[in-house]
């Protein structure tokens, strides 16, 4: 219950706008849960990518969680998991040719990816639903379809990290993992 508090102060800071969220000005797109844990977010990703790609200069923008390094690193050659995270190391080596990017904090990650890319037109963030410093245009959430976060608990209980009602502030809900038949 300590836990869940936490979360419900925090949100209602950030809600109430005592603590500062930013835009930024390329058009973002949050992917994320409410849950720890896989709900596909690095596929749902991948998918956004290929679907995006295509006819707009995309970059995805993570956090590189486990990584050894710290500040915003664009990924290159010489990268690894180790220096940009798993998730970020996974998409670098499908997509090559696209900037992946890591940084704790996403609002200045953001504005670096403009600096170095001047014609970005979107940026594609990887986990990134708590991350309430930025005020994203669009948020995609993600739930399992055997473990759908409406009806989860708070951690250590189940695997909430954010409390439902967080949900309100998705543009789109998508149950993933679900059976074939």
Known sequence: WLYAFGVWVRNVLYDDRVLPSSTVSVPTIVIGNLAVGGTGKTPMTEYLIRLLSPKYKVAVLSRGYGRKTHGFRLAGAEDSAITI?????????????????????RVMGIKKLQTIIPDLQCVILDDAYQHRK????????????????????????????????????????????????
């Open 85 to 105: 995270g798993d998730e970020p190391m996974l998409i670098h080596t499908h997509f090559p040719e696209l900037p992946v990017a890591v940084c704790a904090d």
């Open 134 to 181: 930025l005020r994203a245009g669009f948020y995609i959430l993600l739930t399992a379809y055997d473990k759908l976060y409406v009806h989860d608990h708070f951690m250590p209980y189940g695997t909430l990290r954010d409390l439902p009602a967080e949900s309100a502030r998705a543009n789109a809900v998508v149950v993933t993992k679900c059976p074939t038949k």
